[in-house]
Structure formats: structure tokens, C-alpha cells
């Protein structure tokens, strides 16, 4: 048990604002605050930084689909080279291409009429407005003109890993501010488990009635299990929880859980969901060590991570 002494022994100090401050330098001041979710952000940044550091980890990037419709997606896309792999859902591919082909979003708001909306032929995705032109039909004619040039491609396989046909997209695209491009010009592997939930796995499947095309989702499961066994240590920054969080800390407990991890989330623990369970259930689980250097940073990451990867230059 911790003497009174050592369980008091970080003051509260005042953050002291001035003009020019820099990023890194309000972080800094940030550190003996005890300012509630800013405490586990400066944390979580302190982690973030020697998991990138240790060269000797194996660090994932998860995050869901619908913070890559916001200008998140421009920092997402600059801060692809400092991981080894992405972990991610169906949508991240359509908003991407979407947008990396000129799809415009709008700024909207949460209280919008929302059958005004569907009569104007405009979806609200929370406080972004995407008229339907914008996304549905400029994302089928990018698919097609991707899809045929891969299927035409003397390289053609007939049958692709999520993965193996992500990295093939990427290399079509041009937009460097896309996370796809990103992801295949640093060689950084984007893992989909739920590539068909959505408008990129519904063009899948008309593409595959009238092509010889298969899609193997297995593949990468036991790409994802070679790289549980195969590396000592883990780390990952994971946004959100669903699908893309699981993938991740399911299969790092074959190797004895991650060593490094943050999460933020804005999810509340208390209805038993994986979007709100803090990391510290997942050591129950084995799916990070005991002696894990980990955080939940409680908050929206349109606001956090931004800030994070200032802080250490990521951006």
C-alpha cells in the first residue's frame, strides 16, 4: 500500500497561457494540471511517443468510418507512415475515395430537418451534410474505373485478401491527402474485416456476379495471426470502438496482450459495449498485459487527436 506521502505527491499547478504558445508547449504545461480527460490526452501523447519510439514494436492504427468524413481524414492520411498496420471498417474506403476524387462535404448541423434533407437528396453523417451526387455515384464510377483496371491488369489474381485489393486501390489513386494512396505508398497494410458493410463492399459484390472474382476474408485473419505471433511487442492507437478496436486486441492476445495502447472514445462503459469498455476490462481479457503502459482518453478525437500528433510532430 502507498504511503499518504507518494499518493499526494504530483501538485495541481496552473496552466499559465501566453501569446505564440506553441503546441508542444501548452501539452507541456498540461503535465501536473490534474485537469480530468486533458490528464489521460498528455498521458496518452507520453505513450504515443515511445511506442512510436521503440522501434522494436509493431504498432496498429484502428479508427471507424465516419471521423474519415470530417478534415480528420487529412491528419489520419499524414500520420499513416508512423504505423505498421491499419485496422478499419467499409466506410473509411468510401468517404476516402469519395473525397479523394473530389467528392465535396459540407458543414451541417445535428439538428437538421433530416426528411428536408432526404428530399433535397442530402445525407447527414452527424453535423456533415453529403449530397448524394457527391458521394454515391462518384464512388460507384471511381470503383469501376479501379475494379476494371485491376481486373484488366496482367497482374490479376481472381481472388484478393481485403488487404491485397486495398493495396491495389491505393496504387490507383492519386490524391496523396488520401488515407488509401498513403497507406500504399508506405507499404502500411489497411486490414478491413467488415469490408462488405457498405457502398465499397456492395460494388464488390454486382462486380463479382459478372467477373471471376473472389474475395477471401480468411487471408488476412491469418496475416493478422502471423503478426500476433511473430512480434514480441505491440502497440496501438485505437479511436472508437466496433469492429476496428476488436481486430486489434483480439488477435494481440494470442501474444499475451499489447504492450502499448491508447484509446479515445466517447462512449459510455456502463451498457457492457466494446466502444465503451476502457482498456483496463481488455486486461482481463489477456488482450493487453498487466503491466502495459495504456490510457482511455475520454473525448471527440476530431478535437484530441489533432492535438496529440502536434504534440510530438506527427502532423
Given amino acids: 500500500m502507498p504511503s499518504k506521502k ?12 501566453k501569446k505564440g504558445m506553441k503546441v508542444a508547449e501548452l501539452i507541456g504545461s498540461m503535465d501536473s494540471i490534474g485537469g480530468f480527460s486533458a490528464q489521460h490526452m498528455v498521458h496518452g501523447i507520453k ?16 479508427f471507424p468510418a465516419d471521423i474519415v468524413s470530417t478534415g480528420l481524414r487529412g491528419v489520419l492520411a499524414s500520420s499513416v507512415k ?24 459540407s458543414l451541417g448541423s445535428f439538428n437538421a430537418d433530416d426528411s428536408q434533407l432526404h428530399k433535397m ?38 481472388e484478393y485478401s481485403a488487404s491485397e485489393l486495398i493495396y491495389e486501390f491505393g496504387k490507383r489513386m492519386t490524391d496523396n491527402n488520401s488515407i488509401v494512396r498513403q497507406a500504399y505508398l508506405n507499404n502500411v497494410p489497411i486490414f478491413n474485416p467488415g469490408i462488405l458493410d457498405g457502398a465499397f463492399g456492395t460494388q464488390l459484390s454486382i462486380f463479382s456476379q459478372n467477373h471471376d472474382f473472389k474475395l477471401n476474408l480468411i487471408r488476412d485473419e491469418l496475416k493478422l495471426s502471423d503478426i500476433s505471433f511473430d512480434n514480441k511487442t505491440t502497440g496501438a492507437l485505437m479511436i472508437g470502438g466496433g469492429i476496428s478496436k476488436h481486430h486489434v486486441i483480439w488477435w494481440n492476445q494470442f501474444k499475451g496482450g499489447l504492450d502499448y495502447a491508447v484509446y479515445i472514445t466517447t462512449a459510455t462503459q456502463y451498457d457492457g459495449s466494446l466502444s465503451g469498455a476502457r482498456l483496463t476490462e ?25 492535438i496529440m500528433f502536434s504534440a510530438i510532430d506527427l502532423v
Avoid at 507518494?6 to 497561457?17: A, C, E, F, S
Wanted: hydrophobic share 35%; glycine share 6%; net charge positive.
Fill in 6 to 17: 507518494d499518493v499526494l505527491k504530483r501538485p495541481v499547478k496552473d496552466i499559465r497561457l
Fill in 47 to 62: 505513450i504515443l511517443r515511445k511506442m512510436i519510439d521503440d522501434k522494436k514494436s509493431f504498432n496498429f492504427l484502428s
Fill in 82 to 105: 508512423y504505423f505498421d498496420a491499419i485496422i478499419t471498417t467499409c466506410g473509411t474506403l468510401d468517404h476516402d475515395i469519395a473525397r479523394s476524387i473530389g467528392g465535396e462535404y
Fill in 121 to 158: 437528396g442530402i445525407y447527414r453523417l452527424g453535423n456533415v451534410f453529403i449530397e448524394n451526387k457527391e458521394y454515391g455515384q462518384k464512388l460507384e464510377n471511381a470503383f469501376t474505373r479501379i475494379m476494371n483496371d485491376i481486373y484488366k491488369s496482367k497482374d490479376y489474381k481472381k
Fill in 282 to 306: 481488455a486486461v482481463s481479457w489477456g488482450k493487453i498485459k498487466e503491466k502495459a503502459d495504456y490510457t482511455t482518453i475520454d473525448g471527440d478525437a476530431t478535437i484530441i487527436l489533432p
